[in-house]
């Protein structure tokens, strides 16, 4: 299982579509996250031209006035969606990583920085809480 996540700190074009699909084929990722698109809108065709392929599928959460937006891109030979829930800040998928057969919950989260100052702190401890219930296990990063 191999997931890169990444700020683009905003999607642009040309050049950082084409960084980004060089990383996606050299790692040779299953998932690819990207926070902070800076975009309300992504289609099938920016999609393909990230990812280098067109077995691809996608959740966004679109930006708001250019500022925020999350976008997660996988290979639909070794990730079955099965639940997803697309929130203010977030992307969560579950589905069934199909080269071992296991259940997977993958979140996408960005929060800017004027966003997390201006959140109640009971927001963030009970999402805090929330993570530490599910038991998530940490991957660990390589590169």
Known sequence: MKIITYNIRGLGRGL??????????KERADM????E?????IDKKVCQALWG????????????NSAGGLLCIWNEETFKLENKL?????IYLEGIWLTDG???????????????????????????????????EDVPCVG
């Open 37 to 41: 698109t800076k975009r309300e809108v």
């Open 16 to 25: 950082k579509w084409a960084l980004i699909r060089k990383l996606v084929k």
């Open 32 to 35: 690819l996250c990207l926070q």
């Open 86 to 90: 697309i929130g203010n800040g977030s």
């Open 102 to 136: 296991g259940k997977v919950m993958i979140v996408n989260i960005y929060l800017s920085c004027i966003c997390q100052r201006m959140q109640d702190e009971g927001i963030i401890k009970e999402f805090n809480e929330w993570i530490a219930d599910l038991e998530f």
């Open 53 to 64: 392929d067109s077995d691809a599928s996608w959740e966004l959460q679109p930006a708001c």
